[in-house]
């Protein structure tokens, strides 16, 4: 029996078999309800009290019932109609029959109504309104509606799934869209939405790209650049399909600004280079161009120890004195704010080049990943630099050190009289350089860092201290394109190298002494941190380091964050077993077992878009292959006890052997060199 009773009158019975996600959606039900009405009535039993019911069926809507009560929607004393049961037994069967056969519809159906909507002329956001929907379900229903009709009617006889027709709803394209079925549906993996959404995607750009970045949404659509949204991924997510139109725009526009810094600047040259990185063997052929800082004059000096003692002053006020927030406490930070710009001033004014100087010189101009046109923070020229305004050159010299080499020291000196008084010489400068532990720190900075900005050309500087970058196993190995490569031409970009354009050691060493502190130090950091040679996580090949691993804790490296597997990096060079076992991590058997049969070059394809956040999965899934990674990229290893003696034991071997026999003593070193790496094998598989 149906009749009308007062929302506030019903209660929700213990009967209703639906016990989970009763509060789910509950907001868009109540928008559907306060624009369309209760179309569905809710089903009760009498309760003792007269006027009283319990709903059997229908909780979800009296919730929403009750939320437009309480949010003023509806009036306190809104009715409703029920269906009245006076058969208590059969109320749990009622409230299961309602909840169990119901059957959802199908999408193709939804996207038909939801379209048919919007032809009526109503927008998506009234009808999302209406429906209890959000605005971006409606379009997407709607993308649905105008698929393919070869792909729609697929949806809507229920050949493919809806995850698979929202990869082909990726682009508007019509004939794509026809075009990539064929193809996929005699695909034995054409049912993989990755799959699909890589063939509808392929020779297109993100709108996150570099480059995509660079040249701007609006001026790329001004050129007649084509854009597709991608409404099943996340908002706002873009694919541009005219990528030869962006290279040329990109082209164009870093030409033009590489022509405007060559003639604001006076250079000889500025290269635009429409990539994310200068390539390395762009570098190697020029020469790198250092300019030298000249000395502070007498009132520069006066200046910058008159501002450094009243920065002092005022920063000592403000730590004891001045209360934040007060006049005198922000007069005291703009004044700081203004010495900081005067010692910058002073600071620039003493690199400044020669305007002969620059036109010899040039630069590269390039794309940084955050889409802004950067400037090469170092200099090249085609040839050695010549300055018109230097000294005239002192001929001789030792490597044009000091220029002493033609100096006339009196009768020449036997070659075994050098060799003993070299040494002597040195034993004393030892003793002394090793009581000054300032000048040894110095010493040791300026060393690494001169075979950094020396690396090409050899600087023979009488030590044995050398901080060599350490060399790729795989010869022509290449990497400047990973987020780590360009952090470290970052950090080399903005290493100071006033101090390397003196033409002597004695002058880069006193150069390189006036720098401050964070300038060493940061020479330091990158000098000892390219030294590092390669190590893994694994045991095999001999590139297992603990300590290595220990670093990496220590510095609490989040790996995922700047290395991630691909097809051509990790996933193609791998056996299968491997990428299922990584997709078991990421999801589970079930995932695993999804794609047990795919082909190798198909598998990993499929890893490597799911671990770089491109599948169309469950956010828990997701979150998980974006952080997924080898065992062998983990900092993970714990440094095992070294047996340091053997090494020790070669040193004794060679201590031990007879001064008298001299015959075979580049044998006896070859052997004990042999020996001693063979030692150092044993060691590093031991570790």
């Not at 701007?216 to 084509?226: E, H, K, L, P, S």
């Not at 006036?514 to 950091?525: K, N």
């Not at 794609?595 to 169309?616: P, R, V």
Request: glycine share 6%; with cysteine.
């Amino acid at each position: 029996m149906i009749q009308s009773v007062k929302v506030k009158n019903l209660s929700l019975s213990k009967d209703n078999v639906r016990k989970s996600s009763r509060e789910a959606s509950i907001d868009a039900l109540a928008a559907s309800i306060a624009t369309q009405g209760l179309l569905q009535n809710l089903i009760v039993t009498p309760l003792k009290k007269a006027g009283h019911f319990t709903v059997k069926a229908g909780g979800r809507r009296l919730r929403a019932l009750q939320s437009l009560i309480e949010q003023g929607t509806l009036p306190a004393d809104h009715v409703v109609p029920v269906l009245v049961l006076t058969d208590d037994d059969n109320s749990v069967e009622a409230s299961l029959t309602e909840n169990f056969q119901r059957v959802p519809m199908n999408p193709a159906d939804e996207s038909t109504a939801f379209n048919f909507l919007i032809q009526k002329g109503m927008n998506a956001e009234d009808v999302a309104k209406r429906q209890g929907v959000t605005t971006r379900f409606v379009e997407q229903r709607v993308r649905l509606a105008e698929l393919a009709p070869s792909v729609f009617q697929a949806l809507a006889a229920g050949e493919i799934t809806l995850g698979v027709a929202q990869a082909y709803a990726v682009t508007s394209d019509i004939d794509r869209q026809a075009r990539v079925f064929a193809q996929m549906s005699t695909s034995y993996y054409g049912d993989q939405p990755d799959n699909i959404r890589r063939a509808i995607l392929n020779g297109t750009i993100k709108a996150n790209d570099a480059k995509a970045r660079f040249i701007g949404r609006d001026a790329y659509v001004a050129a007649g650049g084509r854009i597709e949204g991608d409404l099943f991924a996340a908002e706002g997510d873009e694919n541009w399909i005219d990528v030869d139109l962006l290279e040329d725009l990109a082209g164009k526009k870093l030409e033009a600004a590489a022509a405007a810094l060559a003639q604001a600047e006076g250079l000889a040259f500025v290269t635009p280079i429409a990539a994310t990185h200068v390539p390395y063997d762009l570098e190697r052929q020029l020469h790198e161009f250092h300019a030298p800082a000249r000395p502070l004059s007498e009132e520069e000096s006066a200046r910058v120890e008159a501002l450094s003692a009243e920065n002092d002053q005022l920063v000592e006020r403000l730590e004891c004195e001045l209360t934040d927030g007060t006049p005198e406490a922000e007069a005291a930070n703009d004044r700081l704010e203004e010495i900081e710009r005067e010692l910058e001033d002073i600071e620039e004014s003493r690199r400044e080049i020669d305007p002969a100087v620059r036109a010899q010189i040039g630069t590269f101009v390039y794309i940084g990943g955050d889409g802004e046109a950067r400037v090469h923070t170092r200099m090249f020229s085609e040839k050695p630099v010549v300055d018109p305004n230097a000294a005239p050159k002192v001929t001789g010299g030792a490597n044009g050190d000091d220029g002493a080499g033609d100096i006339d020291h009196g009768p020449k000196l036997s070659a075994t009289l050098i060799d003993e008084l070299a040494t002597q010489r040195r034993q004393i400068l030892v003793a002394h350089i090793a009581s000054d532990p300032a000048m040894a720190l110095d010493l040791t900075i300026f060393l690494m860092a001169q075979n950094v900005v020396f690396e090409q050309n050899y600087v023979r500087n009488h030590s044995t201290l050398k901080s060599s970058g350490a060399q790729f196993p795989i010869f022509g190995f290449r990497d400047e394109g990973s987020m780590a490569s360009q952090t470290i031409e970052d950090q080399r970009q903005r290493l100071d190298t006033s101090w390397a354009g003196h033409k002597t050691m004695t002058e880069r060493f006193d150069a390189f002494r006036a720098l401050d502190d964070e300038a060493r130090g940061s020479w330091v950091a990158f000098s000892i941190a390219r030294t590092l040679e390669p190590s893994l996580n694994i045991a095999e090949g001999g590139r297992s380091n603990g300590f290595h691993d220990h670093l990496g804790r220590a510095l609490d490296i989040q790996v995922e964050h700047w290395w991630r597997p691909t097809a051509e990096n990790f996933f193609g060079r791998v056996k299968k077993e491997v990428m299922l076992a990584a997709l078991e991590d990421i999801g589970g058997p079930i995932l695993r077992g999804r794609y047990k049969d795919a082909k190798k070059s198909d598998l990993a394809a499929t890893c490597a878009a799911l671990c770089n956040g491109q599948g169309i999965v469950e956010a828990e899934i997701r979150e998980k292959a974006t952080a997924w990674l080898p065992d062998a990229m983990r900092f993970d290893a714990i440094e095992q006890p070294e047996t340091i003696a053997l090494r020790s034991t070669f040193i004794d071997e060679a201590d031990d052997v007879d001064p008298g026999d001299d015959g075979d003593d580049v044998d006896d070193e070859s052997d004990l060199e042999d020996a001693s790496h063979d030692g150092q094998d044993d060691l590093s598989e031991a570790a």
